[in-house]
């Protein structure tokens, strides 16, 4: 039977953090699992930073019964001056039982806890949660699920505690013809007096397939969410409402329409697709208690942003040759403005009403890209690839100087040949120049160009005992601002590097191997006069990485050892001759570990430990570790 099973909110921390588009809380009661069981916990110690995390996940089911269990938890130390300590934990039990094929129902119990040392708005939380779920089928695609359960949340030291319910139902019709409608509707309400939760999530799609080429969807959906946190309120509005916490809303709103059109076979071997959305979104920030005689009077601010988003693709293919061109144009207008209240200073709310205006912006940008992939013979392949992008960021506002022009433009070739079975060489050439300008004079300073030209060749060599990747890279990046003569804090610069590197690995053995990683990089920084093309080279640093390593094979097992190396010199310039100015270096053995203790657990360990020298004196020792436990249930 399949797993079915009930999560109901992933609440846990996403529940204290801010609500946007892409992190939504789930409310879908019903999910489906097939052989997801497994257990993972991870050790990391790397310098001064120590993390732990294990996430369990275990399904069952009997008959018509099924349940999951789930947990994740998560440390991360860091010991400097202050030490900070965060942990995270989210824990959830499940189960449902199926009546028969048009009725289930089943609970979920959730609990979550965040605790910080560091001083941060929302540093402790705790979150609990009982819900009853009904499932009721009333056809294959049509289904409601509602919901209601208890609440009990813990913010900045204040419990409050409260019901909640909502539901869930989707309708999803074939009317035949290629035309189909999908539609469903999520609703959640926690009230947890004085604080209020809600969401409401609204959609309809519809689909329709015209001919075996042509397909079209449509897709509007509505989204409406609200959050309340607890944060310290301030000694006037202590005395005069006799609270110890202020209360701040976060609402959002949106509304969005879709539309995608595939067209395949366009023309002959061409795909055509095109897409177009509107969003109208409002987000909104509202104070519970505000005090009119505060010298820092809370003011709510709104959030307005009206997007648009066309793109139009276009897809050659043929059994040699592969064409892609796309294009993409987005339109955004975001609008902040401040609400007064009964009783405020009209002084005060102009003031802040004029800074929230500051921030209005309008962007436009437009972006086209082309890749292309041309097989000259079965053993000789080129490709190119090319993106042009056009930022235009305006703002209304005399008091903001950030308008600003921007034009990136980067293309790529590269060119494969394989030179037998064994052995592909491959060379490539990038250029890029980003140029940006700002609008208004107060930042005009920091008007440059940007060149970098990159030319890398190399090979990959693939034998039964022998695999290796070669390559070598050289990269320039040049700088140049509009108005260095006036302004002594901007000069332009190049920076210019070389970069061997090799990763190989030989079957000595039947069951060693011997393994090997390192590169070379030896990089210039200097001033640059770009009108007469001169460099004055101001510093230069010699990098180096080696890790040499043996590999033994038993059974199921894996036993790693080795030699880790890092240099790093540093060289500033006198009289056009290099002075060397730090030597850095960190060396020590390396060893790893990898079992299969049975088909389903698999342990890894990697350790190393560093010895580091700065400027020929021993400074310190660092051990450092990464271990997993890794149990497919």
Do not use: C
Request: charged share 25%.
């Amino acid at each position: 039977m399949k797993y079915l099973f009930f999560i109901l909110f992933s609440w846990g921390v996403q529940q204290i953090a801010a609500q946007n588009e892409g992190n939504r809380d789930s409310l879908s009661v019903l999910v489906k699992v097939d052989s997801l069981n497994f257990l993972e916990t991870k050790l990391n110690k790397l310098l001064s930073t120590y993390q732990l995390q294990t996430n369990f996940l275990y399904t069952n089911s009997f008959s018509d019964f099924s349940f999951f269990v789930k947990e994740n938890y998560g440390s991360t130390l860091i010991r400097s001056a202050d030490k900070s300590i965060k942990d995270e934990h989210f824990f959830s039990f499940g189960s449902v039982y199926h009546l028969n094929e048009n009725i289930s129902g089943g609970f979920a119990v959730n609990h979550s806890i965040l605790s910080d040392s560091r001083k941060i708005g929302i540093n402790s939380a705790e979150q609990s949660s009982f819900v009853f779920v009904p499932r009721y089928t009333f056809a294959p695609e049509i289904f409601i699920a509602p919901f209601a359960g208890y609440s009990s949340n813990r913010q900045i030291g204040v419990h409050d505690d409260g019901i909640l319910y909502g539901g869930e139902g989707g309708v999803k019709t074939n009317a035949g013809d290629g035309f189909e409608l999908v539609s469903s509707v999520k609703i959640k309400e926690e009230a947890i007096l004085p604080r209020k939760n809600n969401l409401r999530d609204f959609g309809i799609s519809a689909a329709n397939k015209f001919s075996e080429y042509i397909g079209n969807i449509l897709t509007v959906s509505y989204f409406e969410t609200r959050k309340d946190f607890y944060y310290e309120a301030d000694s006037l509005t202590r005395r005069e409402y006799s609270v110890v916490n202020n209360i701040q809303s976060r609402k959002e709103n949106n509304f969005r329409f879709d539309d995608s059109l595939k067209y395949f076979q366009f023309l002959p071997n061409t795909d055509l697709n095109l897409h177009s959305s509107v969003l109208w979104r409002k987000i909104f920030r509202d104070t519970k208690y505000k005090s009119a005689s505060s010298l820092q009077t809370v003011f709510d601010t709104e959030i307005h942003e009206l997007k648009l988003d066309l793109e139009g693709e276009v897809e050659y293919h043929k059994k040699d040759f592969h064409l892609l061109i796309k294009s993409a144009f987005t339109e955004r207008d975001e609008k902040h403005s401040a609400n007064t209240f009964e009783g405020a200073n009209p002084f005060f709310f102009e003031q802040r009403n004029t800074l929230e205006s500051q921030k209005n912006n309008f962007t436009r940008r437009t972006s086209v890209t082309i890749l292309s992939n041309y097989y000259l013979s079965t053993k000789d392949n080129i490709s190119l690839s090319l993106f042009h992008n056009k930022l235009t960021y305006d703002t209304p506002s005399r008091e903001n100087y950030d308008d600003r022009d921007e034009l990136l433009s980067i293309v790529k070739i590269r060119y494969t040949r394989l030179l037998n079975p064994y052995f592909e060489f491959f060379t490539t050439t990038e250029g890029t120049i980003n140029n940006l300008v700002y609008i208004s004079s107060q930042r005009s300073s920091n008007n440059n160009v940007n060149r970098v030209l990159k030319l890398k060749s190399g090979g990959t060599f693939s034998g039964q005992r022998l695999k290796s990747y070669n390559s070598f890279e050289v990269s320039a990046n040049y700088t140049v601002y509009d108005y260095e003569d006036l302004n002594p804090n901007y000069k332009s610069y190049s920076f210019r590097q070389f970069e061997m590197l090799d990763s190989t690995s030989f079957r000595f053995l039947r069951n060693i191997d011997l393994k090997f990683k390192g590169y070379l990089r030896h990089s210039e920084q200097g001033e640059l006069k770009w009108k007469e093309f001169s460099l004055k080279p101001t510093r230069f640093l010699e990098e180096s990485f080696f890790l040499p390593q043996l590999a033994y094979f038993f059974m199921d097992a894996q036993f790693v050892i080795g030699y880790r190396q890092f240099s790093l010199k540093t060289f500033t310039y006198e009289k056009n001759e290099k002075v060397l100015d730090s030597y850095y270096v960190s060396r020590g053995p390396v060893t790893e570990l990898y079992y299969s203790v049975i088909s389903k657990v698999r342990l890894q360990l990697k350790a190393w430990y560093e010895f580091v020298t700065l400027n020929q004196k021993r400074v310190s020792e660092i051990p450092n570790l990464d271990f997993a436990v890794i149990l497919n249930i």
